[in-house]
């Protein structure tokens, strides 16, 4: 069964320096990675994902997440965080059974930016 | 775009009770799907609506059902409400629902059992 694993509940980091927010997941076929981000009282927002290809990916705001087949991992790093980056972070794959599509997300991640 | 909305933001019911919760999706899309987030935890697959069919189902029961309108628009229904289903309720609509798809997500619906 695919299992998403997020390390980290919560992960307090100053404006400015980088930050890693780590998953892990477990999958016995291919699959698609994807980073999810909510910011208080909003829904979920893809913030990237991997489909295929080159295993760095990169979002406009700049976080980016690197696919490691044999880790099984996709962290998403920023190397220098705003408070506007406080969220929760959703790491999850997808998952093609029976027909149908849904996404398995991990526990997630409370990034806290402090001043 | 005019995005996915959810109504209402919050509800309190009692334990027994019954709740009708809506979604409207993004223009264009034709597939919904819900989802139950609890405190401190990610969001959970309950079902999935494709043109007005459920064609998948998480690991809930049958007192959690569904209904996809012509519109697109959705409802999830919650029978015999537990303390157990307090819960952020989230919608999400795709315009296909294949795996590598986007999502976009609704606000949520915050219920809350007494």
């Known amino acids: 069964a695919q299992s998403v694993t997020q390390l980290d509940s919560q992960v307090p980091v100053f404006e400015e320096a980088p930050v890693e927010l780590r998953c892990n997941y477990s999958s016995s076929v291919s699959v698609y990675l994807f980073w999810y981000v909510q910011y208080p009282n909003q829904g979920l927002q893809l913030l990237l994902k991997y489909l295929s290809g080159s295993t760095l990916v990169e979002s406009i705001n700049g976080f980016e997440a690197e696919f490691n087949k044999s880790q099984t991992s996709f962290h998403l790093r920023k190397p220098s965080v705003h408070i506007s980056d406080t969220a929760e972070y959703f790491c999850?794959?997808?998952?093609?059974?029976?027909?149908?599509?849904?996404?398995?997300f991990g526990a997630g991640t409370r990034l806290a930016v402090h001043p | 775009e005019t995005g996915v909305t959810q109504s209402p933001t919050h509800l309190i019911k009692t334990r027994g009770q019954q709740v009708t919760l809506r979604c409207s999706s993004q223009?264009?899309?034709?597939?919904v799907s819900w989802y139950q987030q609890a405190l401190g935890q990610g969001p959970q697959f309950i079902f999935q609506y494709y043109r007005e069919e459920e064609n998948g189902r998480g690991n809930f029961p049958p007192r959690f059902s569904g209904l996809q309108f012509p519109n697109y628009s959705s409802e999830l229904n919650v029978n015999a409400l537990e303390l157990d289903d307090s819960a952020l309720y989230l919608c999400a609509s795709s315009s296909s629902g294949v795996a590598y798809e986007k999502l976009f997500f609704g606000s949520g619906t915050q219920l809350s059992v007494l």
């Open positions: 223009s264009g899309h034709n597939t």
């Open positions: 999850a794959v997808s998952l093609f059974s029976g027909g149908y599509n849904k996404l398995i």
